[in-house]
């Protein structure tokens, strides 16, 4: 049986944990930023945990 592939793009984006969590980056955060509070950007420049449903499946994009 040949061996599972990560997937690249996911390996890219996504960050382990030391204890195994996945984290990743927060969207609408790249431009149109002059129209969006302070409070938002701040918000959305922090690293976040996927949902219980994604996660599984980045995990296996991950071959974890």
Known sequence: MPKMKTD???RKRVKVTGS??????????SHLLE?????????LGR????SP???????R???R
Do not use: I, P
């Open 8 to 10: 690249s793009g996911a």
């Open 20 to 29: 195994g969590r996945l984290r990743r980056r927060k969207a609408f955060r």
């Open 35 to 43: 129209h969006k509070s302070s409070e938002r950007k701040r918000r």
């Open 47 to 50: 690293e976040t945990d996927f």
């Open 61 to 63: 994009m991950l071959g």
């Open 53 to 59: 449903g994604d996660a599984r499946q980045v995990k």
